[in-house]
């Protein structure tokens, strides 16, 4: 009984472990795709949409991930502009604004 216990909490513990580790990684990938300048429009939007997306429990770790996060809504927003959709991108430049404000400094 003792072993079966084991594994499953082992099991449980890797899932958990690989699902924070992948999310992680594709945020970060797609983040450093995000602010690239050789991409505009649609394929801009797409990637700063999956690092927000795969990275949306960072901001919840700490205020500086939050504050870090703010480059990607200012280029979604840039995305956004660049395709035409300005309401949208004028909420995406607000939540980047709001997000650089949740530490001081640079």
């Known amino acids: 009984m003792g072993n079966v216990l084991k594994r499953r909490l082992i099991r449980t513990w890797s899932v958990l472990f690989l699902s924070v580790w992948l999310s992680g990684m594709t945020a970060s990938l797609m983040a450093s795709a995000c602010q690239k300048d050789r991409n505009n429009g649609q394929r801009k939007l797409r990637v ?4 927000l997306t795969a990275g949306a429990w960072m901001p919840l770790v700490s205020a500086r991930e939050r504050a870090r996060n703010s480059i990607l809504h200012l280029e979604r927003g840039i995305a956004l502009w660049q395709l035409g959709r300005k309401t949208e ?3 995406a430049f607000q939540q980047a604004y709001r997000n650089a404000q949740a530490t001081p400094g640079p």
């Open 48 to 51: 700063c949409t999956i690092s």
């Open 89 to 91: 991108a004028q909420a």
